[in-house]
């Protein structure tokens, strides 16, 4: 009877240590699940984030599509105009006739100076924005705006790059 006895109470504990692995078994399988199904939302996530990305690459793409370096080029010729007529009026208007011809020979010359350097900073500034390529300023934005996202956008800035640009 203590061998009956013994077998039993050995089958109880193997019973006891079975029954301890399956429920590990079931928090291991149920932490697995819980891991697989963060995974699965973080994926539905970065997918929603890069569609976002492409949606607003693309209309900052339009827009600079859109831009009109003429009309840039007139707004600097307008505001410059504005500066140089509102100098020359406080040039008059502080000018006193009792003062010496060269004092007002002065100021009349430094403000034909800073005429003339806001002339020559606004032809530089349509020549150059006369030479940019409002599609190919486009391409160079998207790529770079998709570049710096991060590594998990860097497929499909990879996929937008101009041909222009070089392998960095």
Request: net charge negative; aromatic share 6%; proline share 2%.
């Amino acid at each position: 009877m203590t061998d009956l006895e013994r077998l039993q109470r050995k089958q109880n504990q193997v019973f006891i240590v079975v029954c301890i692995n399956f429920a590990f078994f079931m928090v291991l399988f149920s932490g697995l699940g819980y891991v697989t199904w963060q995974s699965a939302m973080l994926i539905d996530r970065l997918q929603g984030d890069l569609v976002k990305a492409e949606e607003t690459v693309a209309e900052l793409r339009s827009r600079v599509q859109e831009i009109d370096t003429d009309e840039i080029v007139e707004r600097l010729v307008s505001t410059a105009t504005t500066q140089v007529s509102d100098s020359i009026s406080t040039v008059i208007q502080g000018m006193d006739l009792t003062a010496p011809v060269r004092q007002v020979s002065a100021q009349l010359s430094t403000t034909q100076e800073m005429i003339e350097e806001a002339g020559a900073a606004i032809q530089g500034i349509h020549e150059t924005v006369r030479g940019l390529d409002s599609g190919d300023l486009a391409e160079q934005v998207s790529y770079h705006m998709l570049k710096g996202l991060g590594d998990g956008f860097q497929e499909a800035a990879e996929a937008r790059r101009p041909a222009s640009q070089p392998d960095s």
